[in-house]
């Protein structure tokens, strides 16, 4: 599973970190599993979905998994062990 980072519509060295859920219309919509920010981001909360996100605007990352904030939850771990990649 690839997880991505973003820093669109984010301050100076401040990330969010994704993974990929499916294709949208001009990119990919990503689930928010963390972020690396100083203050909150309406556009980028921990367990929502960012919805049709550029491709270009993301880049792999070496966020691991269980750094997540969601990491141990029973609905996110089933998830995360069901997972289609795409």
Known sequence: MKIYETSSGLG???YAYLIRIKKSENGH???CI???SSRGW?????GEIVEDL???SV??????LH???LAGDY???YWVSNFNII
């Open 12 to 14: 100076y060295k401040q």
């Open 29 to 31: 919509d990503y689930l």
């Open 34 to 36: 963390g972020t690396k």
């Open 42 to 46: 309406d556009n980028y909360v921990i």
């Open 54 to 56: 550029e491709d270009y």
């Open 59 to 64: 880049k792999e990352s070496g966020y691991k």
């Open 67 to 69: 750094d997540s904030p």
């Open 75 to 77: 609905l996110f771990n």
